[in-house]
């Protein structure tokens, strides 16, 4: 029998803003922060107090909402979803029910099976909950609370079930925190916590068209972990059914060191949360032209970006998203064909996600502050391009350019580092590697056909690397294939 996998996914995504969502307190990292120490007796539960929303978290939202196409809502109505847990100090958490900012949204997804379709459910805003740590073991075992976390704003993104295979799953995330990371609502920083995806996932007969039990993972904070996760279950699913054996509702999580997922609570434990409208918040109310206005402001999305680069630049699907997932790298890309728009894009497209990165990586930099500036990286190339350097002199040019801030034709004059071209010169440069190696010579024209390259690396180191590497190995192959 061939089976479908079919999954659904909630994101949750706290938005960076300065306050929470109810209250004054800032939100801090919570990675490095004292615990605790952003609490106030709003955000800590303590009965008589009132909530107050966060203007700034609200537009954040409907700028998700509405990249994410969504039909955004004028009037949108908070919540409370009724439980109790020591990180939810008030008993309830103040989330959107029946009225979320936006639904109805649609992603179209690039996959390496192809164009992926993906319905959004809904978006709706929250507040977040406390943090539990649990320590010790046996009789010294208990927890800590940090209730930094607690109250600090959350959009929770639903798709419909329309994904069917772990690498939509991952792409859809990817995408997700491009676009977060791109509107500035979030660090995209998901080993912190900032962004947390729970996939739902069940699996159907081919042609069933009845939707198979669901299992969904709880709180995955890495893509390498959600993409296993969501294969674990699917492949668990089938065995299950392949066995005849039924798969059980349940809510599971992810133990890394046993690679596999372990039962957390099933169906029949699910909460009834008792929603009501929050009687301590009206409405929410935003007017169609402030609307019209946030989505007009929003910038280009990565994946629209992404669509561009493809049709512009002539990339693959990989590559322009190896760019666009970092809006400075796309920019600097972009930066460096404007300075100089004869480049050819795939030596930009080299040079940026390569020695850039490697460049920029050494100094634990990136593209917004990198000590090269995109004018000084095609100026750069632009002298491979006519032919004054090589690549490889570019190469070490790029480092000491990092450094000494100096322009690349400085440098190039400065240490005399034009490349040859002269064929006299190069001709002798090889003939000298030829008559000096005669062995190497000799096992070539045996048939050993690489010894050619230990042949050029002799014939380079008399021209000091400065050689035109297509014109030594032109005439390092006539000699040889002549000699
Ligand atoms: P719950 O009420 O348990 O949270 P929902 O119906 O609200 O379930 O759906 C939550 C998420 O699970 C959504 O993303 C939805 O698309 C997905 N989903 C629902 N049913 C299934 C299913 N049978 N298989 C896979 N995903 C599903
Ligand atoms: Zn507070
Ligand atoms: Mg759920």
């Avoid at 998700?64 to 004028?74: F, G, H, I, K, Y």
């Avoid at 329309?162 to 859809?172: I, L, M, P, Q, T």
């Avoid at 699996?203 to 972990?225: A, H, Q, W, Y």
Wanted: glycine share 6%; charged share 25%; hydrophobic share 40%.
């Amino acid at each position: 029998m061939n089976y479908e996998p079919v999954i659904g996914l909630e994101i949750h995504v706290e938005m960076l803003t300065e306050s929470k969502m109810f209250c004054s307190c800032p939100v801090v990292d919570l990675t490095s922060a004292p615990p605790n120490s952003a609490v106030c007796p709003v955000c800590a539960g303590h009965p008589g107090t009132l909530p107050v929303p966060n203007v700034k978290a609200i537009e954040y939202g409907y700028m998700v909402a509405a990249a994410l196409s969504c039909e955004l809502a004028t009037t949108s109505i908070f919540s409370r979803k009724n439980y109790f847990y020591p990180d939810l100090p008030k008993g309830y958490q103040i989330t959107q029910y029946d009225h979320p900012i936006g639904q109805h949204g649609k992603i179209t997804l690039f996959t390496s099976q192809g164009e992926r379709h993906i319905r959004i459910r809904r978006v709706h805003l929250e507040e977040d909950t406390g943090k539990l740590t649990h320590a010790g073991s046996g009789k010294e075992s208990h927890s800590l609370v940090d209730l930094n976390r607690s109250g600090v704003p959350l959009l929770e993104i639903v798709t419909e079930p329309d994904f069917h295979s772990a690498e939509e799953v991952r792409v859809y995330a990817e995408y997700l925190r491009a676009l977060v990371r791109y509107l500035g609502v979030n660090s995209g920083d998901l080993e912190k916590g900032v962004m947390r995806i729970e996939p739902n996932i069940s699996v159907r007969p081919v042609g069933d068209p009845k939707l198979g039990t669901k299992v969904e993972i709880k709180n995955l904070n890495s893509f390498r972990i959600l993409e296993k996760g969501v294969d674990f279950e699917i492949q668990r699913h089938i065995q299950l059914l392949e066995n005849g054996q039924p798969v059980l509702q349940e809510t599971v999580g992810w133990d890394d060191t046993k690679q596999a997922t372990y039962s957390q609570r099933s169906k029949e434990d699910a909460h009834d949360y008792r929603y009501f409208p929050e009687p301590d918040l009206p409405p929410i109310t935003v007017d169609e032209a402030w609307l019209q206005e946030l989505s007009a402001g929003l910038p280009e999305s990565p994946w629209k970006k992404a669509e561009r680069f493809m049709a512009t630049y002539k990339l693959q699907t990989q590559e322009a998203w190896q760019l666009v997932s970092d809006l400075a790298s796309a920019n600097f890309f972009e930066a460096v064909l404007a300075c100089s728009p004869f480049l050819p894009v795939r030596t930009v497209f080299s040079w940026v996600t390569g020695e850039m990165v490697a460049l920029l990586g050494a100094q634990e930099k990136w593209f917004g502050d990198s000590p090269v500036s995109a004018q000084s990286l095609a100026n750069l190339l632009d002298l491979v391009a006519k032919g004054d350097i090589n690549q490889n002199t570019a190469k070490s040019i790029l480092v000491e350019m990092a450094q000494s801030g100096k322009p690349a034709e400085q440098i190039v004059k400065d240490k005399n580092l034009v490349q040859v071209s002269d064929t006299v010169l190069i001709t002798t440069f090889v003939r000298d590697a030829v008559v000096e190696n005669p062995e190497e010579v000799a096992s070539y024209r045996a048939g050993k056909t690489t010894v050619i390259n230990f042949l050029f690396g002799q014939a380079m180191k008399k021209a000091s690397g400065k050689a035109n590497p297509q014109l030594m190995r032109a005439e390092l192959e006539r000699q040889l294939n002549n000699g």
